[in-house]
């Protein structure tokens, strides 16, 4: 009778005694890991702390002054752009109009500036943040002549930097095409149905999103693998040596799109 009492698996006794191994030992499995550019969103946090600063400021000097200092002398005010100010076409992402203004637009960048940080790396981020809000300032400044201020355009710029970034990366993402449909659908409500109510600057909303795409299609993170089996890391294979020229190369384009407006 077979003995079934002591099992011997996976290494088994041959007729002559030896033991061997069973080829159905089951392999080493991979073990991967994601590394980010950057640990804690500190950029993200030190941009809200200076926004709301600013904003504090706006308030105290209107009670004081009778009138807002900091949007005086940043706000996008065309007139004075072409007298030799253009400090506006960057300013105005720090600055705001009233208490829901700020609130909602802080809430954004908290909201997508966090994760946009970790995979960017702290200052391709703020290089992105700063770049999409002079992009959305000169589209501005080119097709209306409102009075304007607002971190919108960045932040329009982060949405799609998060799209892009995506949509680059989408083999990582198991549900890319949701999360991708998720931000064209808040790009077209802001665009066509928020961007609709009176005194929102939609151009400025438009242009932060080409600025931001354009950079972040160009000089943005793409993920791959590295390591030797089992210890795989996935990370940014693009590097950032890339920002330099992609930074001057946007921010080139939008200086002449600029002086259009200059050359009238």
């Known amino acids: 009778m077979d003995n079934f009492d002591n099992p011997r698996s996976p290494e088994q006794e041959s007729p002559s005694g030896d033991l061997y191994t069973s080829a159905t030992s089951v392999p080493p499995v991979a073990r991967l890991s994601i590394h980010l550019e950057a640990e804690k969103p500190d950029v993200t946090y030190i941009l809200l702390g200076i926004t709301i ?7 105290v000097s209107g009670l004081l002054l009778g009138f807002d200092l900091p949007a005086t002398l940043g706000a996008k005010a065309n007139e004075y752009i072409l007298k030799g100010q253009v ?3 960057i300013t105005p992402v720090l600055l705001h109009g009233g208490l829901l203004h700020i609130f909602f637009n802080m809430y954004a960048l908290i909201s997508i500036g966090r ?4 995979y960017y790396g702290h200052w391709r981020y703020l290089i992105l943040y700063l770049v ?3 992009a959305g300032n000169v589209f501005s400044f080119l097709f209306t002549e409102s009075y304007s201020y607002g971190a919108s355009t960045a932040l329009f710029g982060l949405i799609a930097a998060e799209g892009i970034f995506i949509f680059q990366n989408q083999k ?3 549900n890319s095409r949701a999360m991708l449909l998720n931000i064209a659908v808040i790009v077209f409500i802001n665009l066509f149905i928020v961007g609709s109510i009176p005194n ?26 590295h ?13 950032k040596n890339r920002t330099p020229p992609v930074t001057l190369g946007v921010c080139g384009l939008f200086i002449l799109l600029a002086a259009v407006k200059f050359l009238r």
Not at 53 to 59: G, H, M, S
Not at 227 to 239: A, K, Q
């Open 53 to 59: 600063a600013l904003y504090l400021l706006q308030v």
């Open 87 to 89: 400090w506006r076409l």
């Open 115 to 118: 994760d946009i940080e970790l």
């Open 132 to 134: 999409a809000g002079f």
């Open 172 to 174: 990582f993402f198991r």
């Open 200 to 225: 929102i600057d939609n151009f400025g909303h438009l242009g932060g999103l080409v600025g931001g795409a354009l950079f972040a299609w160009f000089a943005g993170p793409v993920w791959g693998p």
């Open 227 to 239: 390591g030797t089996f089992p210890e795989i890391v996935i990370s940014d294979v693009r590097g």
